[in-house]
């Protein structure tokens, strides 16, 4: 039972580079979730989604673009990194709104 | 906007000490609340959460969490804490019919062997 999978676990940009993060949820989950963690900041949202098809922004959502094209699947991309969005990512995912997250192992990526 | 305050950012505390984690929500409706803890290098995992009925709340690895609707706080506790409860714990809000949660800060407990 994988639950949440992201991939990569760990990736080093040079600044400008442009890369994707794929999110996997075999839970059959609706909602799905794309957060930051950094020191001191706790989690802040980047996007998410209701449902497949469906994005909206989070906290934080400036650099960053998604795409649900299937219910199992949350891609987050960076189209032109830039050093301020080194951090460790995670994503989650949801039956439902209001309840309790599940949670990938997290990415840590690197922007140089 | 919903907001999540915790208290402390760094406690360290010897074994068999007693823990309490502050956690105070902006929010005035209906609330669910949520305590994830992050061991070092994994994810983060639920440790209790609270929809309603009974205020106390009872987790995993015996900690406990106490909503107090008339202070916008729901506290963590643990009467005696081991070495393995080193790890950052997270205080969550989610507004009823929300569809995100807020975390707060975090709070790095270390546990003093």
């Known amino acids: 039972n994988a639950g949440v999978t992201q991939t990569p676990k760990f990736r080093v940009l040079k600044t400008g580079q442009s890369m994707t993060l794929l999110c996997a949820q075999d839970?059959?989950?609706?909602?799905m979730y794309w957060y930051r963690q950094d020191p001191g900041m706790g989690l802040r949202l980047i996007h998410y989604?209701?449902?497949?098809?469906?994005?909206a922004k989070g906290e934080v959502p400036d650099g960053y673009n998604v795409s649900r094209l299937k219910k199992q699947n949350f891609l987050l991309g960076l189209e032109s990194a830039a050093p301020s969005q080194t951090s460790v990512y995670f994503c989650?995912?949801?039956?439902?709104?209001?309840?309790?997250?599940?949670f990938g192992e997290g990415s840590r990526l690197t922007v140089l | 906007a919903q907001s999540v305050s915790q208290h402390n950012h760094h406690v360290i505390l010897s074994e068999a000490a007693s823990l309490e984690l502050g956690c105070n929500y902006s929010?005035?409706?209906?609330?669910?609340l949520f305590w994830y803890v992050q061991y070092p290098g994994q994810h983060l995992q639920l440790l209790l959460k609270?929809?309603?009925?009974?205020?106390l709340v009872k987790g995993i690895k015996g900690f406990e969490a106490e909503f107090i609707k008339s202070k916008f706080s729901f506290n963590l506790r643990k009467p005696s804490v081991q070495w393995s409860d080193t790890a950052e714990y997270f205080c969550?809000?989610?507004?009823?019919?929300?569809?995100?949660?807020?975390f707060g800060a975090g709070t790095i407990l270390r546990v003093k062997s």
């Open positions: 929010y005035g409706g209906t609330v669910n």
């Open positions: 969550a809000v989610n507004a009823e019919y929300g569809n995100k949660l807020v």
């Open positions: 609270y929809f309603s009925g009974d205020p």
């Open positions: 989650a995912s949801t039956p439902g709104g209001a309840g309790e997250l599940f």
């Open positions: 839970m059959n989950h609706e909602y």
């Open positions: 989604s209701v449902g497949e098809g469906t994005t």
